[in-house]
C-alpha cells in the first residue's frame, strides 16, 4: 500500500499535533516527507523529538524561502499549513498551484482579499482544502448539532454564545505574534473563528449581516498605567521586573517553549515572552458581535480574554424550547505543557428545555485529548479518511474556513466604521 505523503510548512506550537500523529498513530500509511519554517533550530528541535519519542528519522527541512523545492523535491500529496495566519493564503495557493492538496490550520486566512485569491485558485487548480475545526470533533459540539438536526427545539431562532479566556491563555495571546492585528486579524479572526464556525455548523446556515464593538481596555501599557502598574518590562526572560508577575512565562524552566521558541531567537527573530502590557499591542480584549443569518436566525456574541475562569456559556433558543449549554476547560500556554491537555474540558453539562415538558440533562460520552477530546477524532478523519461513516458531516473545506472568518472581518470592519456589514459584499464564492 502506498503510503500518502506529507509536507508541513510552520513548525511552531500548534505544529506539533500533526507532525507527532504522523510519526506515530498513522505512520503504517501516511509519511511525512518536509519541514519547512523560518527557523533552522526549531526545525532541529522538531526532529530531535519526533527521533527521541518515536525514534522516527530526521524529516528533510527547508528554509521558508525553499517552499517550492521542498515540494517540487519531496513531491507530497498534502501540506499542512500550521504558519503565523497572516501566511497562510501565500502558501495554501502555492500548495495548490504546485499540485497538492492542503490541510490547514484555522482561521484559514486573515482578510476577505487574501479570502478572495484563495476562492480563485482552488477554482482554477481544483485542489481540495481541508480546514482543521477540531472543535467540531469534540463530543459536547457534535452533540449540539446532534441535538439540532433531530429537531429537539425546532427551528432555531436565536443563539448567545459568551466564550471566556482567563488570564493564562488569554493573556498568552498578548505577548505572541497574536497581539498584531496584521499577523492574526485579531482574536474575532484568530480565536473566534472557531465560534462562529460552530454556530454555521449547528445551524447549517451562514452569516449574512455583522455588527460589533471592540476595544483593549485590560491589556496594553497605556491601560497598565490606569491601573497603578510601575514596573514595566519588555519581555520575560533574564528581567528581574518580570520576576513574581502572574502575567509572564519563564521559557528556561519549560523544555518545549526553550527548545521551540527561545533557543530560536537568533534565527527566527521571533521573542516569544514579551510582557503583556506593551506599548505595540493592537488588538482587541474585550468584543460584543450581532450577526443576522441567511435563515434569519440571530447570533450575540461575546468575547473577553481576561477573565478569571475559562470556557463558555451557550444558549439556543428555538421554536419548542431551548438548550443551555456551558463548558470549563483547562486553561494553558500554547507549547507550555502536554498538547492532549490544550483546551481540555474540566466540566460541561447540556440540558434541554422544552417548551411544554419537564427540562432535562443530556448525557456525552467524554473522550481524552485536546480540545474537549475533538483532536484526536479529528486527526482520524484528516489522516484517515472514510474510515467511519460522518452522518454530522464534521469535515470542513474552504468554503466552511472562509465563511467562518467573514463573521470575524465584517466584525472587525463594523468595530472600525461604526456600521453594520453585509457578508455577501465581502467575497465571491
Known amino acids: 500500500m502506498k503510503k500518502i505523503r506529507y509536507a508541513q510548512v510552520g513548525i511552531g506550537g500548534r505544529a506539533r499535533m500533526y507532525y507527532e500523529a504522523l510519526c506515530s498513530t498513522y505512520k503504517e500509511t501516511c509519511e511525512l516527507v518536509g519541514f519547512c519554517d523560518v527557523s533552522q533550530t526549531r526545525m532541529n528541535y522538531a526532529n530531535r523529538m519526533i527521533k527521541e519519542k518515536f525514534g522516527s528519522d530526521a524529516i528533510p527541512t527547508y528554509g521558508y524561502l525553499d517552499f517550492q523545492e521542498m515540494i517540487e523535491k519531496e513531491?507530497?500529496?498534502?501540506?499542512?499549513?500550521t504558519s503565523i495566519d497572516r501566511t497562510?493564503?501565500?502558501?495554501?495557493?502555492?500548495a495548490m498551484e504546485l499540485g497538492c492538496d492542503v490541510i490547514t490550520e484555522k482561521p484559514i486566512t486573515i482578510d476577505e482579499k487574501k479570502a478572495q485569491r484563495i476562492i480563485e485558485v482552488q477554482k482554477a487548480t481544483g485542489r481540495n482544502i481541508r480546514v482543521a475545526f477540531n472543535y467540531r470533533y469534540a463530543p459536547h459540539h457534535t452533540k449540539i448539532r446532534e441535538l439540532i438536526m433531530n429537531d429537539t427545539i425546532g427551528e432555531v431562532y436565536s443563539v448567545h454564545f459568551e466564550w471566556l479566556l482567563n488570564t493564562q491563555h488569554g493573556a498568552d495571546y498578548y505577548r505572541r505574534w497574536h497581539g498584531n492585528k496584521l499577523n492574526s486579524g485579531g482574536l474575532l479572526v484568530h480565536k473566534a473563528t472557531h465560534h462562529f464556525d460552530l454556530v454555521n455548523f449547528w445551524l447549517g446556515t451562514e452569516p449574512q449581516t455583522v455588527f460589533a464593538f471592540g476595544d483593549l481596555n485590560f491589556y496594553g501599557?497605556?491601560?497598565?498605567?490606569?491601573?497603578?502598574?510601575?514596573?514595566?518590562?519588555?519581555?520575560?526572560?533574564?528581567?528581574?521586573?518580570?520576576k513574581g508577575d502572574p502575567f509572564a512565562i519563564d521559557m528556561d524552566s519549560n523544555p518545549v517553549l526553550k527548545g521551540m521558541y527561545l533557543?530560536?531567537?537568533?534565527?527566527?527573530?521571533?521573542?516569544?515572552?514579551r510582557s503583556v502590557f506593551g506599548d505595540d499591542i493592537s488588538i482587541e480584549d474585550t468584543m460584543a458581535v450581532l450577526v443576522r443569518y441567511k435563515n434569519n436566525a440571530m447570533l450575540s456574541y461575546s468575547l473577553n480574554s481576561y477573565m478569571p475562569w475559562e470556557g463558555f456559556n451557550v444558549a439556543l433558543n428555538g421554536s419548542k424550547g431551548r438548550i443551555e449549554y456551558t463548558a470549563l476547560e483547562k486553561p494553558y500556554i500554547n507549547a507550555g505543557g502536554n498538547k492532549n491537555e490544550e483546551g481540555a474540558t474540566k466540566y460541561y453539562k447540556v440540558?434541554?428545555?422544552?417548551?411544554?415538558?419537564e427540562p432535562y440533562e443530556v448525557m456525552i460520552q467524554k473522550k481524552e485529548g485536546g480540545h474537549g477530546g475533538g483532536d484526536p477524532v479529528m486527526l482520524d478523519d484528516l489522516f484517515c479518511p472514510g474510515k467511519n461513516q460522518d452522518i454530522y458531516k464534521r469535515a470542513a473545506n474552504h468554503v466552511d474556513g472562509i465563511r467562518s472568518i467573514l463573521t470575524g472581518i465584517a466584525a472587525n470592519q463594523s468595530i472600525s466604521s461604526g456600521l453594520p456589514v453585509n457578508v455577501d459584499s465581502m467575497v465571491k464564492f
Open 75 to 81: 513531491k507530497p500529496d498534502i501540506v499542512i499549513v
Open 88 to 94: 497562510h493564503d501565500e502558501y495554501i495557493m502555492r
Open 221 to 242: 501599557r497605556h491601560n497598565a498605567e490606569k491601573r497603578g502598574v510601575k514596573n514595566f518590562y519588555s519581555r520575560c526572560h533574564g528581567n528581574e521586573a518580570a
Open 263 to 273: 533557543d530560536a531567537e537568533e534565527d527566527s527573530g521571533y521573542i516569544r515572552d
Open 351 to 357: 440540558k434541554v428545555f422544552p417548551l411544554f415538558d
